[in-house]
C-alpha cells in the first residue's frame, strides 16, 4: 500500500512510520516493516537499533530513495566535533551515505550552547549527510530558539503524543510554524489497550484499539505517528488506518482522555520543562 505523506520545509515525510526503540537488533523486523508497506524508519544512536535498521533497508530490497529513514544525535554528543563524529558512526552503522532527518534527540543538559549544537546540525545538512533537520524532546522556547539559531529550516519536532497526553500547546505552535509533529509511543506503550471509551470507539468502527488512536493523531493534519511492534500482525494492523474515519464526536471523546500524569517519556535530568 502507498502510505500519504506530509509535507514541510521541502521535506516529504510518510503520515505514518516505524519505530525500532528497544528493538536492538531488528533487521529482520525492520525488513518485514519495509515489505508490508511502511516507508519511513525511525532509529537514534540512543537505541542501539541503527545496524539493525541499516540491515533490514538491504534484505527488504526496498530502493534506498523509497525510504525516509531518521535517526538521532544523543545528548552526550552535542557539542560541534562530538555531534559530527556522532553523526559519521550513525551512517556507517546504517551503511547509508545520508539520512532523510537528523534530529537533537534530548535538550543538552551540560551547559553547551544551543547556537553550537545548532550550527553542527545545520553543518551535517551543507555537507549532504541529512537531507533534513529537526528536534526531538524540545518545549516551545527551546524549539523557538533553535529555530533562531539553526541556519537551516527546521522541518520536524519528535515527541510523545498519544490520548493520554495533552499536547494541545505544542501542536499550535507546530501548526504555527510549519512544522511536522513525529509522534513517538503513541500507542501509549500499550497503557490505553483496556480504555472503555477506545474500546467501545474501535467496536463501532470494526477496527482495533491500536488503529483508532493512529487514527485519531492522523486526523490532526500535521501529526505523523511512529508505532513501534515486532509482530508482523501488528505492524500491518497500524497500516491499515486509511480506509475510515472518526466523527468530530469520537475525536472529542478521546481529546478528553488527556489526564495529568499521562507522560511516560520523563528522563530525570533530561527532560526539559513540558509545556
Known sequence: MMVPELSAHGAVIPRIGFGTSQLGDCGEIVATALKLGYRHVDTAWKYGSEQGVGEGIRLSGVPRK????????????????????????????????????????????DNIPLAETMGALAK???????????????????????????????????????????????????????????????LARGRMFNDPVLSEIARGNGKTIAQVALRWLLQQEIVAPIPRSSNPRHMAESLDVFNFSLTDDEMKRIYALKRPDGRIANPAGRAPEWD
Request: aromatic residues 10%; charged residues 25%; glycine residues 2%.
Open 66 to 109: 523509497d525510504i525516509f529513514l531518521t535517526t538521532k544525535v544523543s545528548h552526550e554528543y552535542l557539542r560541534a566535533a562530538d555531534f559530527a563524529r556522532s553523526v559519521d558512526e550513525s551512517l556507517k552503522r546504517l551503511q547509508v551515505d545520508y539520512v532523510d532527518a537528523l534530529l537533537v534527540h534530548w535538550p543538552t543538559i
Open 124 to 186: 551535517a545538512k551543507r555537507e549532504g549527510k541529512t537531507r533534513h533537520v529537526g528536534v526531538a524532546n524540545f518545549n516551545i522556547a527551546l524549539i523557538e530558539e533553535a529555530m533562531r539559531l539553526c541556519p537551516e529550516p527546521l522541518v520536524t519536532l519528535q515527541a510523545e503524543y498519544h490520548p493520554y497526553l495533552d499536547q494541545s500547546k505544542v501542536l499550535a505552535y507546530c501548526r504555527s510554524k510549519g512544522l511536522i509533529f513525529m509522534a513517538y509511543c503513541p
